[in-house]
Each structure stands twice: as C-alpha cells, then as structure tokens.
Nanobody, 125 residues
Framework: QVHLVESGGGLVQAGDSLRLSCAAS????????MAWFRQAPGKEREFVAA????????DYADSAKGRFTISRDNAKNTVSLQMNSLKPEDTAVYYC??????????????????WGQGTQVTVSS
C-alpha cells in the first residue's frame, strides 16, 4: 500500500500564505495521480487540485485557481500545495490523495485509492 502523511497546516490570518506538503511511502509514487481535497465542518469533502504522475498536467477547483499551486517532486516522493491569499472560507482539513492509473477525466472524483490523515488549516478574518 501507499502511506500518505500531510504537514504544514496551521492558523493564519486572511491574506497569508501556507505551503502544505504530502510525503508518500510504501512503494511506487511516480505512477500515481495526486490530488488535494478539503473538508470543512458540516460540509462535504471537495476537490481542490490535482497533478498528473509526470507533473505536466494540473487541474484546480474554481475556488483555488489563481491562488493555489500544486507541484510534485517524484525524486523525493512528495507533493505540495502552495496556498496564497488565504481566505476564511479556505478553513478546512486538507487531505492528500493518490490513485494509480487514474484517468485524467476522473481526476476530480473523490474515490481515490489512498488518503492521508489530513492537516488542519484555519484562516481568521
């Protein structure tokens, strides 16, 4: 199996930036499509961003476009989410997800094969 561990969450003020990191272990990381999801209290888990296994293709939710950037370093088995201009509505638990051989057309689906434990991001106004 693939084990995912997120880090980098915290408490910040509106307009600040955070960089989340996801470390993968277990086996084969480079062949997995990677994504970030988030879930706020009382709400459904929602898609944030995804990146192809080669890193050449990315996809972002409308709420993330222009503010968030997803990247990966296959040599280090990590995927990151740079979040700028944070807003109170970004407050949520952020989860790293991985899926082997996922079709790009399905990249926004929530049924990924592997998930991290989540990291809390809180943005005050």
């Amino acid at each position: 199996q693939v084990h995912l561990v997120e880090s980098g969450g915290g408490l910040v003020q509106a307009g600040d930036s955070l960089r989340l990191s996801c470390a993968a272990s277990g086996r084969t990381f480079s062949s997995y499509v990677m994504a970030w999801f988030r879930q706020a209290p009382g709400k459904e888990r929602e898609f944030v961003a995804a990146i192809s296994w080669r890193g050449g293709s990315t996809d972002y939710a409308d709420s993330a476009k222009g503010r968030f950037t997803i990247s990966r370093d296959n040599a280090k088995n990590t995927v990151s989410l740079q979040m700028n201009s944070l807003k109170p509505e970004d407050t949520a638990v952020y989860y790293c997800a991985a899926h082997e051989t996922r079709l790009w057309v399905d990249v926004r689906r929530s049924d990924y094969g592997y998930w991290g434990q989540g990291t809390q991001v809180t943005v005050s106004s």
